[in-house]
């Protein structure tokens, strides 16, 4: 069975909108307003070489697909990975090596399947609904000193009851923590 990896930069008061770009009036919050320290990032790097395929909501596959293609040396390994978009709508994906599944069911099914690690990057939506169906393994957050008050957060308020273990942490001298906490099954 495949671990299903939550990843995301997230504020202090769980928000995950739009942190490099996009719809929030403070969008890009991780770089504009946080000090860059090379070694805080360390985790991201890790996650392309371990995972074996990226799940993403339709939101976030039409805000990577146009941008990431492009980054070839940033993101090489995530652009030759089998790439997968939870969605009812999207019917023909461009971004090289995407399907679409049409339920959580058909991500419960992909988690059955031989290979690496399947990483969620971004996608509040979708890692919303991954949680409530116990699909959720394990969640890598990269928490930023800020407090942005609304927008789309990483735990909403009907989340079922779980338990986490921590089983990795580090703070940075710019504030940024990361905190990865496997899901209590």
Do not use: C
Request: net charge negative; hydrophobic share 40%; aromatic share 10%.
């Amino acid at each position: 069975m495949r671990t299903l990896i939550v990843t995301e930069f997230i504020t202090l008061d769980g928000v995950i909108d739009s942190p490099g770009s996009g719809s929030h009036p403070r969008a890009g919050w991780t770089f504009k307003d946080v000090p860059f320290v090379e070694e805080a990032y360390e985790i991201k790097g890790r996650e392309q070489l371990e995972a074996g395929a990226m799940l993403m909501g339709r939101v976030s596959y039409e805000e990577f697909a146009p941008v990431w293609p492009t980054m070839e040396e940033e993101f090489a390994e995530y652009n030759a990975m089998p790439k997968y978009v939870v969605s009812s709508t999207l019917t023909d994906p461009e971004w090289n090596n995407t399907q679409v599944l049409r339920s959580l069911d058909d991500v419960a099914k992909l988690k059955q399947t031989e290979g690496g690690n399947i990483i969620v990057h971004g996608s509040a939506t979708l890692a919303q609904g991954l949680a409530a169906a116990g699909l959720v393994d394990r969640y890598h957050l990269l928490v930023f000193p800020i407090l942005l008050g609304d927008g789309k957060r990483l735990f909403g308020g009907g989340d079922p009851y779980t338990r986490l273990d921590l089983v990795e942490h580090e703070a940075y001298s710019n504030g940024v923590t990361k905190a990865v906490f496997n899901v209590v099954q």
